[in-house]
């Protein structure tokens, strides 16, 4: 299995309040992603990154800000977490970027928004 | 229409069944294709990278058709062990992993 750990693994927080999940990765790939899953919208991409310092936006990036100061660290924000933002938060890595090679993903971060 | 779209399923086999999954994809200049296998609460996993010319790996095989655009996952002489939801992802020419939102199979005994 690809060595990529987040954390925490569950969160339960409070409407209004800061939330910051890690994903850390010890295969040095270069390219890092942040994905939540709901029921009936799959898997969707909310930023990625492609070296230290440097990230885009996906699909679903408002309300999310990401930062990368490393290479096996990539953290997600949520300034003033919502309840449309309970979801499971998954991290995955490629060594390829555009989709280009298959990406890991790693276990995952429960995060409830009461 | 939407860039990826799998049949939700569930798919209900008894063990030893042979089950076909396909994924329909809307841009024709994808290049990249792949089949996750997801777990109840766990994280997706690659099951298999899919290639123009199609492969194999034991009881799965997978296969593109570009002309239809869609990919196929086969799997024959079902286990218990293979109930798992089933997710495509395609690479469209440039852009990020587009997930197909899964299929559901439970395999019966």
């Known amino acids: 299995d690809a060595g990529i750990t987040q954390s925490p693994r569950h969160k339960v927080t409070e409407t209004g309040t800061p939330v910051t999940l890690r994903c850390h990765q010890t295969e040095n790939h270069r390219y890092m992603y942040w994905y939540r899953q709901d029921p009936g919208h799959g898997l969707r991409l909310i930023h990625y990154?492609?070296?230290?310092?440097?990230?885009d936006k996906g699909e679903v990036s408002d309300g999310y800000s990401v930062s990368r100061s490393k290479t096996e660290d990539f953290l997600l924000t949520l300034e003033s977490a919502t309840s449309s933002q309970t979801s499971v938060y998954f991290c995955?890595?490629?060594?390829?970027?555009?989709?280009?090679?298959?990406?890991?993903f790693g276990p995952g971060t429960r995060l409830t928004v009461t | 229409r939407k860039e990826v779209e799998q049949d939700p399923g569930p798919f209900n086999v008894p063990e030893g069944a042979t089950v076909a999954f396909n994924c329909t994809y809307s841009n024709s200049a994808s290049q990249s294709f792949f089949w996750y296998r997801q777990d109840c609460r766990k994280e997706p996993k690659l099951l298999m990278s899919v290639y123009s010319s199609g492969n194999e790996d034991g009881r799965f095989t997978a296969q593109l058709n570009r002309a239809s655009q869609y990919i196929s996952l086969l799997i024959r002489d079902s286990k218990l062990s293979d109930s798992a939801t089933y997710l495509c992802a395609v690479n469209p020419r440039g852009g990020k992993l587009i997930f197909g939102q899964g299929t559901e199979l439970s395999v019966k005994p």
């Open positions: 990154s492609y070296g230290v310092k440097d990230t």
């Open positions: 995955a890595i490629s060594d390829l970027g555009q989709g280009a090679s298959e990406q890991y």
